[in-house]
């Protein structure tokens, strides 16, 4: 994407995501989904002249690659419409739009069948079945020039919202809130230890099942604790001192179940991938219920104690 001379995207919200992965994008293009436009024109090239050298005016066809999935929920018209003006218009040598298709799904044989009905001299439409999967995630593995690694995650030099990238940066902060005892350490390793225990489940279920390390299950506590905002919202956020739970007992309980409870929902519901902040609010929901339950058994205690039952 670095690469390219343009990258093209089926309707914006793709090209949202292309750039929250990718922040560096050269010449982005959006498709409106339905829209039927001209977003292709001949790039303008230099020319052989007769003594050898070249002469400006000339045009050389744009170059397409189409790589990864085409499903149901592609736009597919869109992208047939323009091929089949394309290939009426365009379509000499001196010019217009060469589209090479690295492909699979369920609408790649549709796109073939397209294809075989064009007119024959539409010899700059190139199909090529795609990459299977465990083969695909290596090349972009390999090829990708943006990889994060985990150290990068912990430091923040990843994108992300101000102050909450740097899980350095927070862990400082966290030495700060338990010196001035604004923060609950209890909250905060509650989280944590939720977090890892939920984790841990969670990865012995994808070596259980046999899912492979690239399943959503098998992220490490690790990498848990460095991405989706965990540790900005389980040490600014989950200690806030009037939502929290004010028991001991009770702080230990409600960030554990705020680090389950974020494990939950990031890896079953992979549409949301931080969910710390959703867990947060859902349980100060029950923070004065844990509270309420912990006196009661406190009370309990010192009356059998005391002989009282």
């Known amino acids: 994407m670095q690469r390219a001379a343009i990258n093209v995207f089926l309707g ?9 992965v990718h922040p560096y994008l050269c010449r982005p293009v959006v498709i409106p989904v339905g829209a039927d436009q001209s977003l292709f024109p001949p790039l303008p090239v230099a020319a052989a002249g007769a003594d050898g050298g070249e002469t400006a005016g000339s045009a ?18 869109t992208v047939f419409a323009y091929l089949q003006a394309e290939s009426a218009a365009t379509m000499p040598a001196s010019g217009g739009v060469a589209w090479a298709f690295r492909c699979s799904g369920p609408k790649y044989k549709l796109l073939e069948r397209f294809c075989s ?4 001299a539409t010899t700059k439409i190139e199909l090529g079945c795609g990459l299977q999967q465990d083969a695909w995630v290596e090349a972009m593995a390999a090829a990708d020039s943006l990889s994060i690694g985990w150290f990068d995650a912990f430091m923040g030099w990843i994108p992300g919202s101000m102050g909450e990238t740097s899980t350095l940066m927070c862990l400082l ?9 604004v923060g609950s350490w209890r909250i905060m390793a509650g989280c944590g230890m939720g977090m890892l ?41 989950a200690t806030d001192p009037v939502s929290a739970a004010q028991t001991n007992t009770g702080r230990w309980i409600y960030g554990f179940m705020i680090g389950a409870l974020t494990i939950l929902v990031r890896v079953l519901n992979p549409a949301y991938p931080a969910g710390i902040m959703l867990a947060i609010v859902f349980m100060n929901v029950f923070a004065p219920l844990i509270d309420h339950y912990v006196m009661k058994a406190n009370i309990r205690r010192r009356e059998v104690r005391l002989g009282l039952q």
């Open 197 to 237: 225990a939920f984790t841990l489940l969670l990865n012995f279920v994808a070596f259980a099942a046999g899912l492979g390390a690239d399943h959503y299950t098998a992220v490490s506590p690790a990498w848990h604790f460095v991405i989706g905002s965990f540790a900005f919202g389980s040490i600014f956020m």
């Open 117 to 120: 009905k064009l007119p024959a």
């Open 60 to 77: 050389k066809p744009v170059q397409i690659l189409y790589c990864g999935n085409i499903g149901n929920l592609h736009d597919t018209d």
């Open 12 to 20: 914006e919200r793709l090209l949202q995501h292309a750039q929250a």
């Open 173 to 181: 902060g966290a030495g700060i809130l338990i010196f001035s005892k």
